[in-house]
């Protein structure tokens, strides 16, 4: 098992910027991909930004590109999602999830393991 604990969500203003963080703990060797989904209200989870756990490849999404960076520390076991230039429609809550299988990137289903979720506001 691998648990998964995010943090540094919070409220801020349209074109601030925030940090979120996700410590991995457990059986983190059998990590493949880790990734960030948001679901706002009303919405279905979406795919944010992933990054291989060793190979360090990233992919993020479309409406993230640019202003978004996923990022890791491997002595802490910990994933970054650097949020810069935040927009209303980036208001969501952030789960942070990881995944043995090879091929995942943004299907949330292909995702074993998730943390229990970060509320980010960006006020208008």
């Known amino acids: 098992q691998v648990q998964l604990v995010e943090s540094g969500g919070g409220l801020v203003q349209a074109g601030g910027s925030l940090r979120l963080s996700c410590a991995a703990s457990g059986r983190t060797f059998s990590i493949y991909t880790m990734a960030w989904f948001r679901q706002a209200p009303g919405k279905e989870r979406e795919f944010v930004a992933a990054r291989g756990w060793s190979t360090g490849s990233t992919y993020y999404a479309d409406s993230v590109k640019g202003r978004f960076t996923i990022s890791r520390d491997n002595a802490k076991n910990t994933v970054y999602l650097q949020m810069n230039s935040l927009k209303p429609e980036d208001t969501a809550v952030y789960y942070c999830?990881?995944?043995?299988?090879?091929?995942?990137?943004?299907?949330?289903?292909?995702?074993?393991?998730w943390g229990q979720g970060t509320q980010v506001t960006v006020s208008s």
């Open positions: 999830a990881a995944t043995p299988r090879v091929r995942a990137v943004s299907l949330a289903y292909e995702y074993d393991y």
